[in-house]
């Protein structure tokens, strides 16, 4: 089950503002992704991060895998309104060989102009 | 590249009957692909891991005979709800892993509406 803190909910911010969310888990892992999800669509891969202190940017989007294997963020900058969408966290645990995921219960990010 | 398929993308079907969904990698090989459940404004909900050529292994309180997922191949994989009610309506995702990565690709989704 989902064993991800997730924060925060949710996030109403003005278009060229930053926005930044993170992710927290209570065991170790060895893989961090960050995905977007648009209504009635499938979740797609931002940013995937695979070792402890790494630092990946994707455009204006930054992500970085936590020191102590258990927590990761996600920064926006200067958003835009097509950045509106729920944004999800996933780890892999290190425990586990079926590359299962755990989800965060997502962020969602709303952009007025 | 790592597109993932579905189809299909909308569903509607009476009660009782059954409905097969299908999950495609288009450009890679997928040994593992991941069956998901997601309800309105929730997060995902892993329903099953399927593996190619042999039996899914299925989370905790799903019923493997409701929810039958066959890999046939290395890009295909199958949920099928068998006699859906209305409380199997749901959205449902499916995703693959690319190689020996954690990295899991999505499909578009599956809409199924059960009357």
């Known amino acids: 089950g989902q064993q991800l803190n997730q924060s925060p909910q949710s996030m109403f911010i003005q278009e060229g503002e930053d926005v930044s969310m993170n992710c927290t888990s209570s065991s170790i892992f060895n893989t961090w992704l960050w995905y977007k999800q648009d209504p009635g669509e499938g979740p797609v891969l931002l940013i995937a991060?695979?070792?402890?202190?790494e630092l990946t940017s994707n455009g204006r989007l930054t992500a970085q895998f936590g020191i102590t294997r258990k927590d990761s963020f996600l920064n926006i900058s200067a958003s835009i309104p097509s950045d509106v969408g729920i944004y999800f966290c996933?780890?892999?645990?290190?425990?586990?060989?079926?590359?299962?995921?755990?989800f965060g219960a997502g962020t969602q990010v709303v952009v007025t102009p | 590249g790592a597109v993932v398929s579905q189809h299909p993308s909308r569903v509607i079907c009476k009660s009782g009957t059954s409905v097969k969904i299908e999950c495609r990698s288009l450009?890679?090989?997928?040994?593992?692909m991941f069956w998901y459940r997601q309800f309105p404004k929730k997060s995902l909900m892993l329903m099953a891991t399927s593996n190619e050529g042999s039996k899914a292994t299925y989370e905790q309180g799903v019923e493997k005979d409701k929810f039958l997922i066959n890999h046939a191949s290395l890009t295909l994989s199958t949920l099928t709800v068998t006699s859906a009610h209305p409380e199997d309506s749901s959205f449902y995702i499916c995703?693959?892993?690319?190689?020996?990565?954690?990295?899991?690709?999505f499909g578009p989704g599956t809409r199924l509406t059960v009357l």
């Open positions: 996933a780890g892999h645990e290190s425990t586990d060989s079926w590359g299962k995921l755990q």
């Open positions: 995703s693959a892993r690319r190689g020996g990565r954690n990295e899991q690709f």
């Open positions: 450009d890679f090989q997928a040994t593992t």
């Open positions: 991060l695979y070792k402890a202190g």
